[in-house]
């Protein structure tokens, strides 16, 4: 059995009862730094045996999966939110689910959730792009194709390169875009800014130095897509050849 399990992205106390069950229950914990990983636990007395999983190094992944097939139960765990979601772990999941060993996923803490929710923004439909490529051009393609969809887009993004994000997007897409930036959710400095972009530009700048964990969430102009659209349909419908 292998339990996906999500763990707290800020405040300890996020954890879910079935999360810490789960925890107690498993043979072996894979996690992402041990350190991170037995702080939660200690905090909550749970003494179990940790092993390092890194997604990357095939002989921690034939490791992990050695575990899995000689019947034992281990709980997958990443420094904070749920594993798979741009943290390490879909390759586990997917080969304990070709080898026929039994995997459960949590419910639990999400910074993209508690982004969504929080932000204000429409979020009954979203496109989440995870960590953005570092091309500028593949960059623009991507938010680009998110932004043709009308819909909220969520990413992440590093702190050391925020303010360089957002000032692309702008002279990207222009300032009808409403950007809104979340940092150190669930935790002790959380906060918000938000709003058209170049106000949100203003008040990261004016705060000087960006620290911590950040989600991005950005509203297209929904103007600007409009017109994008009637262009490619006016063009759609001057095309001369033949049907």
């Known amino acids: 059995m292998l339990y996906i399990v999500p763990t707290p992205i800020g405040n300890l106390k996020d954890i879910t009862l079935r999360a810490l069950e789960a925890l107690k229950e498993a043979d072996a914990v894979f996690c992402e730094d041990t350190r991170r990983t037995s702080h939660l636990l200690n905090h909550y007395v749970i003494q179990k045996k940790l092993f390092r999983y890194n997604e990357h190094d095939e002989r921690s992944v034939a490791a992990a999966m050695a575990w899995l097939r000689s019947g034992k139960s281990a709980a997958l765990v990443t ?73 909220t887009v969520i990413l992440f993004e590093s702190p050391y390169r925020l303010k360089k994000f957002l000032a692309m997007v702008r002279e990207e897409f222009g300032p009808g875009v409403t950007a809104i930036v979340a940092r150190e959710i669930s935790k002790i400095y959380e906060e918000w800014v938000g709003g058209p972009i170049d106000e949100t530009i203003a008040k990261i700048a004016a705060a000087g130095e960006v620290k911590g964990e950040v989600v991005v969430l950005l509203r297209p102009s929904e103007l600007g897509i409009e017109e994008e659209e009637e262009v490619e349909d006016a063009l759609e419908d001057s095309d001369p050849s033949p049907a």
Not at 82 to 94: E, F, H, N, Q
Not at 103 to 122: E, F, K, R
């Open 79 to 151: 420094d904070g939110g749920s594993p798979c979601i741009s943290d390490p772990g879909r390759k586990l999941v997917a080969l304990a689910r070709a080898n026929g060993v039994k995997v459960t996923a949590l419910p639990g803490p999400s910074a993209v959730i508690a982004a969504a929710a929080g932000s204000g923004l429409p979020a009954d439909s979203f496109v989440f792009l995870g960590f953005l490529p570092r091309s500028r051009g593949k960059i623009t393609k991507a938010i680009s194709a998110a932004f043709m969809l009308k819909k």
